[in-house]
């Protein structure tokens, strides 16, 4: 071979040497592009994630007291009615008697940072229900019995009586807070710490 043929074969073979390494050493545009926008993704996610509030829905089953039989609400349409509870020695106490007989009754407790409005009930399968009466997105304090419905007399949000599961309306996930209970001689004894230690779940800043 000669002097000449050597020097092209030894260029050919450089060429052909850098050519394999280039397209090793490449990296494509495309995945450049995909990795940047990725990584610009994640922290607008995280930020998204971050700040979304997770709603709370109703109790699935509301743990109540059987106090009576089986209330026929049928066609009814019933106002709350404002009574009397008693305060003291740690507790707040309403007559199952009277809750039994309105249906439906409105009580408040005082606390150092104001009053906090109270409700009892019976659902149709005649149990006791005690809870904060408050809508909180709409901030009303005031509710009726429609049929075997519990309605805001703010924003008509609709609940089920039993299950207090939201059927329709703008408040569907916030009905009266269940504030649990027990019964004794003939009364509603909900403890006075609950109710001192209940906060909203709506954050008002």
Known sequence: MSAKDKQNKSVEYSTKREKLLGEKKGFPVWKITLIVLLLAALPVSWLLLRDTPTP???PAKIVGSQVTENVNYQNQSLTMTKVAA???AGSVE?????VKEKKLVYFEYQRPDGQIPLLAYIT?????VTAV???EPCNSTSFHIE???MVCNACLTRWDLETLKGISGGCLTYPPDVISH?????????????????KPRIFRG
């Open 56 to 58: 709370k829905a109703g």
């Open 86 to 88: 008693v305060v003291g």
């Open 94 to 98: 309403v007559p199952i008697e009277l």
């Open 124 to 128: 149709p399968s005649g149990k006791l």
């Open 133 to 135: 009466s408050v809508c």
């Open 147 to 149: 049929g075997k419905q």
């Open 182 to 198: 027990s019964v004794s001689d003939g009364r509603a004894i909900i403890k006075e710490i609950d109710v001192q230690n209940w």
